[in-house]
């Protein structure tokens, strides 16, 4: 369930600096729970924010606790498009992330795991979660 490593040799500070981004996440998800409903249903996707549970089809499905993040924020308001530089603010706590796959890798993982056809990319802008 790691989302993050470091390889020697490392610098303190580098190590400080993501400590304190996944302290970020943490934050973010506890506030992202409060904020959505206890489960949102859409179709044969159901999301648990309360118990980070996942279910396509009455078939429970794992995720990372950054694809989780990353689901919730996208289904919270389904059919709305989220710039990626929201979704990295919002689930990476990244002010800036210019130049970074992180999230299509996120994102192609995720299809994976629910399905291509839930998740559409807005080309030039971001990502939604289709109602249905």
């Known amino acids: 369930g790691a989302d993050d490593y470091v390889t020697k040799p ?10 304190r981004a996944l302290l970020r996440r ?3 998800a506890r506030e992202l729970a409060q904020e959505v409903p206890a489960r949102i249903e859409l179709g044969t ?10 279910w396509v089809e009455d078939t ?8 989780f993040d990353l689901l919730l924020t996208l289904a919270a ?3 709305t498009v989220h710039s990626r530089e929201s979704l990295m603010r919002e ?4 002010a800036d992330a210019r ?3 992180t999230l299509d890798t996120h994102v192609r ?3 994976g795991k629910i399905g291509a056809s839930r998740v559409r990319t807005v080309h030039g802008v971001g990502y939604a979660v289709e109602p249905a």
């Open 10 to 19: 490392f610098r303190v500070r580098e190590v400080v600096a993501r400590i």
């Open 26 to 28: 943490v934050e973010r």
């Open 45 to 54: 996707l159901a999301v648990d924010a309360a118990a980070r549970r996942v």
């Open 60 to 67: 429970e499905v794992h995720l990372s606790p950054l694809e």
């Open 77 to 79: 308001t389904p059919g």
């Open 91 to 94: 689930v990476w706590g990244w």
């Open 99 to 101: 130049g970074t796959r």
């Open 109 to 111: 993982t995720l299809r």
